[in-house]
């Protein structure tokens, strides 16, 4: 709509940026569609010509009012001053760039496996770009959404400043949205590394980095959905933040098989408590039930193979240049895809190999060579 044959038409600029504002939003939900289903994304960034939200507080706040609350009133008169533009960043317009951002790092991981023939030396730089881009990302948060601002909560609203409140809420919300989704994308973007294929070898540091690095976006994450259930007062179980707990689950399922007590016993992890929270609030959202369905299916593939592999004594020694202790020593179950369902068809084809033989190229179906230098590699990485 901002190439210049269309924008002329616009005469009036609040039409237009009423118009950019509903478009961005509709493409922020169609990223979420893109990154939990198994199609292909509506529409390519590049062929996107429509300028970001700006100037958002004006947009909210200009104008008359005849509303006698003294901080709306305010408000009102600093943003037809647009003093407001040196007091009030756009907080619409990194909220919508940082999802542009999760959009691109889902399409490079839902097709960094996807293909045999892939140029890898292309694969490992796109790879880089991201993690330096979330380091920017990062730097960013840090200075403007700083996580301490959570500490506090929200507190209650008080009947002589409701709007203030109001204003205090959505700053905090901003921030929890910020903090969450960079930990999100952390986990993601290094969950990727973590796919097991016959046709790339990834260094075995290489893999304990990303393991480390998922658990502690994991566990971050975590925290940030305690918080959330204590301060944020809607329905959490069909928020657009619901759904990250798919992502976040599997990783402490992986994490739940190699804490220091047996898995299997009744002791409640992270994993589980969060699979408890997904449990219940599938009660109250179609989605959020398949989500836990889904869980459910990848806990009990997990736990199959866990025992399978305890009877390979031999190759489970053969893991620990992957692992991060002494009891990660089985394959994590990782999707391929971002996600389980990539393909609805063949379900094994959508996460990595969980059978250690497979993991380490040992399986039978190897031939004699490529064992014995799979082996050599093993040992003497």
Same mark, same amino acid.
């Given at each position: 709509?901002?190439?210049?044959?269309?924008?002329?038409?616009?005469?009036?600029?609040?039409?237009?940026?009423?118009?950019?504002?509903?478009?961005?939003?509709?493409?922020?939900?169609?990223?979420?569609?893109?990154?939990?289903?198994?199609?292909?994304?509506?529409?390519?960034?590049?062929?996107?010509?429509?300028?970001?939200?700006?100037?958002?507080?004006?947009?909210?706040?200009s104008g008359c009012y005849t509303d006698s609350d003294p901080d709306l009133t305010n408000l009102v008169n600093l943003a037809n001053t647009h003093v407001a533009r040196l007091l009030y960043s756009d907080e619409i317009f990194y909220i919508i760039k940082i999802k542009v951002f999760y959009g691109e790092i889902s399409r490079f991981i839902k097709n960094r496996w996807l293909r045999n023939n892939q140029n890898q030396d292309t694969i490992?730089?796109?790879?880089?770009?991201? %993690?330096?881009?979330?380091?920017?990302?990062?730097?960013?948060?840090?200075?403007?959404?700083?996580?301490?601002?959570?500490?506090?909560?929200i507190r209650t609203p008080s009947s002589t400043d409701q709007f203030s409140t109001l204003q205090e809420t959505q700053r905090v919300i901003t921030v929890y949205f910020f903090n969450h989704i960079y930990a999100v994308m952390v986990l993601l973007l290094y969950q990727s590394e973590l796919v097991r294929t016959?046709? %790339?070898?990834?260094?075995?540091n290489r893999i304990k980095s990303a393991k480390s690095n998922c658990i502690k976006a994991s566990l971050e994450s975590f925290i940030l959905f305690k918080w959330e259930s204590e301060n944020i007062p809607f329905n959490i179980s069909i928020s657009t933040f619901a759904i990250w707990k798919i992502f976040v689950s599997l990783i402490l399922l992986n994490c739940k098989f190699i804490q220091d007590v047996d898995p299997l016993t009744n002791k409640a992890s992270p994993f589980d408590k969060m699979f408890m929270e997904i449990e219940n609030s599938g009660k109250e959202a179609t989605a959020i039930k398949y989500s836990y369905l889904l869980i459910s299916r990848v806990l009990a593939l997990k736990e199959n193979h866990y025992f399978k592999n305890l009877f390979y004594k031999q190759y489970l020694d053969l893991m620990v240049p992957y692992s991060l202790s002494e009891n990660d020593i089985q394959p994590w179950v990782?999707?391929?895809?971002?996600?389980?369902?990539?393909?609805?068809?063949?379900?094994?084809?959508?996460?990595?190999?969980?059978?250690?033989?497979?993991?380490?190229?040992?399986?039978?179906?190897?031939? %004699?060579?490529?064992?014995?230098?799979?082996?050599?590699?093993?040992?003497n990485s």
């Open positions: 709509m901002d190439l210049p044959q269309f924008s002329v038409s616009l005469n009036d600029p609040s039409e237009a940026e009423f118009k950019r504002r509903v478009w961005w939003s509709y493409y922020v939900l169609i990223i979420d569609t893109y990154v939990i289903g198994s199609g292909f994304p509506s529409f390519d960034l590049k062929d996107i010509v429509v300028k970001l939200p700006k100037n958002d507080f004006e947009y909210r706040y490992n730089f796109k790879f880089i770009k991201c %993690v330096d881009k979330l380091r920017k990302v990062k730097i960013y948060i840090d200075e403007n959404y700083n996580i301490d601002l959570l500490k506090d909560g016959n046709f %790339v070898t990834i260094n075995p990782i999707p391929k895809y971002l996600t389980f369902h990539k393909f609805e068809c063949c379900t094994q084809s959508n996460y990595s190999t969980l059978d250690v033989k497979e993991y380490l190229f040992l399986s039978s179906d190897s031939s %004699v060579k490529n064992r014995k230098s799979s082996i050599s590699y093993l040992i």
